[in-house]
Structure formats: C-alpha cells, structure tokens
C-alpha cells in the first residue's frame, strides 16, 4: 500500500484536499487515478497532484474549459461563415462583371 507522507508536498490547501479526498476515499475516479498512477509507478509530485485538483475536484476549472471550448466552436463558425460569404460574394461579383461585358 502506498502512504502519502506529510513531508511529501508543501502545506497548500490544494494538496491537502486531493490527499484528504483520497485518504477519504469518497471520489471514485480520483481514487482510481491514484491508484492507476501508484501502480504503474509513476512519480506523485506537487505538478500531479495539481494536475489531479484541476480535472477531478475544481468544478470552475472544468466550467471555464467548457466556456473556452463554446467560444472557441463559435468562433469557428463565425469564421467559416465569413470565408463562406467572401466566397460568396467573389461568385457575386465575377457574375456581375460577365453580364455587364456582354
């Protein structure tokens, strides 16, 4: 079994809530990546338990990705729609200067 010792990580209150939710065992998916992580040997630093604070206990976190991933796919759209009109527009004006020639 593998202990978190308190000498481990720095004294911040994000350390102490994924170790805690750990010990606690009352979050599934973090226990499991724990747990995957101590079983494949895998280095437990102040970096992976952030890492782990961010995709499992802070909702903001995942709010403001969802958030960026919305006005990122509206963007997108908005850009495609232009390339779209431009295109558009170009047919437009090709079509117009073929009819005034002839």
């Known amino acids: 079994m593998y202990v978190f010792r308190a000498s481990c990580f720095a004294s911040y209150p994000l350390n102490f809530q994924v170790v805690y939710t750990y010990i606690s065992k009352i979050h599934f998916a973090l226990n499991n990546a724990i747990d995957d992580a101590i079983d494949a040997q895998q280095n437990i630093d102040e970096l992976f338990i952030e890492q782990l604070y ?43 200067m073929t009819a005034y020639i002839l």
């Open 54 to 96: 961010f995709e499992y206990l802070n909702q903001g976190h995942k709010t403001e990705v969802a958030m960026i991933e919305n006005v990122n796919g509206v963007i997108n759209s908005l850009s495609r729609n232009a390339q779209q009109t431009e295109k558009n527009l170009t047919i437009s004006q090709v079509m117009l």
